[in-house]
Protein backbone atom coordinates (compact mmCIF):
# COMPACT_ATOMS: atom_id res chain seq x y z
CA UNK A 1 0.00 0.00 0.00
CA UNK A 2 1.56 3.35 -0.96
CA UNK A 3 1.59 5.98 1.97
CA UNK A 4 2.89 9.31 2.01
CA UNK A 5 1.93 10.72 5.42
CA UNK A 6 2.93 14.57 6.43
CA UNK A 7 3.83 16.04 9.37
CA UNK A 8 5.31 18.99 11.66
CA UNK A 9 2.82 21.60 10.81
CA UNK A 10 1.74 23.82 13.25
CA UNK A 11 0.93 27.47 14.30
CA UNK A 12 4.40 29.54 14.06
CA UNK A 13 4.49 33.80 14.19
CA UNK A 14 5.67 35.49 11.62
CA UNK A 15 9.42 35.43 11.06
CA UNK A 16 9.49 31.93 12.48
CA UNK A 17 10.59 28.55 11.03
CA UNK A 18 9.01 24.91 10.62
CA UNK A 19 10.17 21.76 9.28
CA UNK A 20 7.78 19.20 7.75
CA UNK A 21 8.52 15.91 7.00
CA UNK A 22 6.43 13.57 4.37
CA UNK A 23 7.42 9.58 4.94
CA UNK A 24 6.60 7.96 2.02
CA UNK A 25 6.43 3.85 1.53
CA UNK A 26 5.13 1.48 -0.64
CA UNK A 27 6.88 2.03 -4.10
CA UNK A 28 10.69 2.71 -4.66
CA UNK A 29 12.03 6.47 -4.01
CA UNK A 30 14.49 6.37 -5.89
CA UNK A 31 12.24 6.17 -8.75
CA UNK A 32 9.80 9.55 -7.85
CA UNK A 33 10.38 12.92 -7.65
CA UNK A 34 8.79 14.06 -4.45
CA UNK A 35 7.37 17.67 -4.20
CA UNK A 36 5.57 20.06 -1.34
CA UNK A 37 2.00 22.20 -2.54
CA UNK A 38 -0.27 24.07 -0.67
CA UNK A 39 -3.21 24.65 -1.17
CA UNK A 40 -4.39 28.58 0.54
CA UNK A 41 -7.53 28.81 2.17
CA UNK A 42 -10.53 29.32 0.28
CA UNK A 43 -8.71 27.95 -2.66
CA UNK A 44 -9.73 24.91 -4.75
CA UNK A 45 -7.78 21.74 -5.23
CA UNK A 46 -7.07 22.43 -8.35
CA UNK A 47 -5.50 25.48 -7.48
CA UNK A 48 -2.75 23.98 -5.40
CA UNK A 49 0.68 25.56 -5.55
CA UNK A 50 4.03 24.16 -6.26
CA UNK A 51 6.07 24.97 -3.60
CA UNK A 52 9.94 23.11 -3.72
CA UNK A 53 10.66 19.65 -5.40
CA UNK A 54 13.39 17.25 -5.30
CA UNK A 55 14.30 14.63 -7.41
CA UNK A 56 15.25 11.32 -5.64
CA UNK A 57 17.80 9.62 -7.98
CA UNK A 58 20.16 12.80 -8.04
CA UNK A 59 18.56 15.11 -5.46
CA UNK A 60 18.09 17.69 -8.16
CA UNK A 61 15.64 20.61 -6.30
CA UNK A 62 13.99 22.45 -7.90
CA UNK A 63 12.32 25.85 -5.69
CA UNK A 64 8.93 27.87 -6.73
CA UNK A 65 10.48 32.03 -6.67
CA UNK A 66 8.34 33.05 -4.04
CA UNK A 67 10.01 30.28 -1.11
CA UNK A 68 13.34 30.82 -2.28
CA UNK A 69 15.86 31.79 0.17
CA UNK A 70 12.80 30.96 2.86
CA UNK A 71 12.42 26.86 2.01
CA UNK A 72 14.72 24.13 1.28
CA UNK A 73 13.89 21.08 0.32
CA UNK A 74 15.87 18.03 1.26
CA UNK A 75 15.56 14.23 1.47
CA UNK A 76 16.93 11.14 3.20
CA UNK A 77 16.99 8.26 1.26
CA UNK A 78 17.53 5.88 3.31
CA UNK A 79 14.30 6.70 5.29
CA UNK A 80 12.31 7.78 2.38
CA UNK A 81 11.68 11.17 3.92
CA UNK A 82 11.65 14.26 2.34
CA UNK A 83 12.15 17.78 4.23
CA UNK A 84 10.94 21.02 3.48
CA UNK A 85 12.64 23.66 6.15
CA UNK A 86 10.78 26.56 6.32
CA UNK A 87 12.44 30.11 7.47
CA UNK A 88 11.11 33.57 8.28
CA UNK A 89 7.67 32.36 7.16
CA UNK A 90 4.87 35.63 6.50
CA UNK A 91 1.11 35.18 7.02
CA UNK A 92 0.58 34.30 2.99
CA UNK A 93 2.30 31.03 3.28
CA UNK A 94 -0.75 29.96 5.71
CA UNK A 95 -1.96 26.84 3.35
CA UNK A 96 -2.42 23.38 3.67
CA UNK A 97 0.54 21.70 2.88
CA UNK A 98 0.47 18.29 1.12
CA UNK A 99 3.33 16.20 -0.02
CA UNK A 100 3.35 14.70 -3.37
CA UNK A 101 4.99 11.88 -5.62
CA UNK A 102 5.96 11.55 -9.22
CA UNK A 103 6.84 8.61 -11.13
CA UNK A 104 10.12 9.73 -12.84
CA UNK A 105 10.84 6.22 -14.65
CA UNK A 106 8.33 3.80 -16.37
CA UNK A 107 4.61 4.61 -16.33
CA UNK A 108 3.70 7.65 -14.71
CA UNK A 109 1.95 7.15 -11.52
CA UNK A 110 1.19 10.25 -9.21
CA UNK A 111 0.43 9.87 -5.30
CA UNK A 112 -0.52 12.58 -2.44
CA UNK A 113 -0.66 12.51 0.93
CA UNK A 114 -3.53 13.77 3.60
CA UNK A 115 -1.95 17.31 3.84
CA UNK A 116 -0.35 19.02 7.12
CA UNK A 117 -1.59 22.42 8.47
CA UNK A 118 0.74 25.51 8.43
CA UNK A 119 -0.89 28.98 9.74
CA UNK A 120 1.42 31.54 10.37
CA UNK A 121 0.22 34.84 12.47
CA UNK A 122 1.71 38.32 12.10
Known amino acids: EVQLVESGGGLVQAGGSLRLSCVVSGFTFDDYAIGWFRQAPGKERKEREG???????????YGADSVKGRFTISSDNAKSTVYLQMDNLKPEDTAVYYC????????????WGQGTQVTVSS
Open 100 to 111: KAIQTTGPLRIY
Open 51 to 61: VSCIRSSDGKT
